[in-house]
């Protein structure tokens, strides 16, 4: 076990639905990240926060947002699904935000289906 | 495109004997490379990581190589065991800058370990 829990497990919705990821990471980690794992894709960095803040982007769309709260789970928002939304998602958390000895964990992932 | 890609997507292993997973990297700027497993219907675990400073580093049953000169990395896998199966990841840090942290993943090779 990680430490990183992913609410909900799975999700169905349809297009056009908007759909909201949760996030809580590890016991002491600052820093939260979104990754995106299709099928032909494989694993695609999206964001990360760090404290609350916006520390990096990736290949996010902008239908796409995400935000890390005072309490430090972060929630990943999804609008106008499309069926090309359909993935797993990941997040992530680790200690620091840039230590190169502070490998990511990963949390099980929301399974995403858009219909 | 990817940047951090495998040399084979599938590997078949008899039970007890040893494993090595290849990966190719392009970016010689990355500075940290981390090998991930991951079991179906769970998210990528962490195995073993390296900074570009090392060749070498081995933990328990695993030993990765760094080859900067032609940007190859490697996953050993001593006394492979069935609960080894899994697709493994490598990926490697290409952020830059301080706080910046992205990891970009090469598209996995399974790993079957036949009994």
């Known amino acids: 076990d990680s430490g990183v829990t992913q609410t909900p497990k799975h999700l169905i919705t349809a297009t056009g639905q908007r759909v909201t990821l949760r996030c809580s990471p590890r016991s002491g980690d600052l820093s939260v990240y979104w990754y995106q794992q299709s099928l032909d894709q494989g694993l695609q960095f999206l964001i990360q926060?760090?404290?609350?803040?916006?520390?990096a982007k990736g290949n996010i769309l902008e239908r796409f947002s995400a935000q890390q709260f005072p309490d430090l789970h972060s929630e990943l928002n999804l609008s106008s699904l499309e069926l090309g939304d359909s993935a797993l998602y990941f997040c992530?958390?680790?200690?620091?935000?840039?230590?190169?000895?502070?490998?990511?964990?990963f949390g099980n992932g929301t399974r995403l289906t858009v219909t | 495109g990817e940047s951090v890609g495998l040399h084979l997507p599938t590997l078949s292993v008899q039970e007890g004997d040893n494993s090595i997973i290849n990966c190719a990297y392009s970016n010689s700027a990355s500075d940290y490379f981390i090998w991930y497993k991951q079991e179906s219907g769970k998210g990528p675990q962490f195995i073993i990581d390296i900074r570009s400073n090392m060749d070498k580093r081995q933990g328990q049953r695993v030993t990765v190589l760094l080859n900067k000169t032609v940007k190859h990395l490697s996953l050993q896998i001593a006394a492979t065991q069935p609960g080894d199966s899994a697709v493994y990841f490598c990926a490697e840090n290409m952020g830059s800058g301080a706080g910046s942290y992205q990891l970009t993943f090469g598209k996995g090779t399974k790993l079957s370990v036949i009994p």
């Open positions: 926060y760090y404290n609350g803040e916006e520390r």
């Open positions: 992530a958390s680790s200690v620091a935000t840039g230590t190169a000895n502070s490998p990511l964990h």
